[in-house]
């Protein structure tokens, strides 16, 4: 069975172009739609996916608070957001509010099979996450020893 997929985007072209490329995939299809965050939410409950695809731009009309929404109602179906901003500044706050993982827009065609395929098997997407979790744990050992951090 094909993993089906949401696609919630604002701009018809790249919209487009996502769904031919992950539908290029024998195991993926994009089974629906959907130009605002309100379509989105609305395809999310009445109907049955595997992933959505996400860009940040109907989040950030909405806030992140919507993500953490969509989440409470549906915990186990998996969120990839994207957007132009780098990984580094969008990566850490979309896991926190919800998403599996967060891809730059340049990035897509490159790494968007493997990220899905990876949150499907409920693994986190996220290298701004990591990076932020070993410095965390490497500022608090430097705290721990009272010796400054030195990278």
Known sequence: MKTRILIGDDHDV???TLKHF???NKDMAVTAEAKTWDDTYSLAFNRNFDLILLDI???ASNGFGVLHDLKRGKPHLPVIVYGLLPEKILGLPTILAGASGYIE???VPKHLINTVR????NKNCSVALF???IFSHLFALSRAHQ???VL
């Open 14 to 16: 790249f919209r487009i």
């Open 22 to 24: 992950i539908n290029d």
């Open 57 to 59: 731009d109907l989040l």
């Open 105 to 107: 827009k340049d990035y």
């Open 118 to 121: 990876q949150a499907l098997n």
């Open 131 to 133: 990076k932020w979790i």
């Open 147 to 149: 010796k400054p951090l």
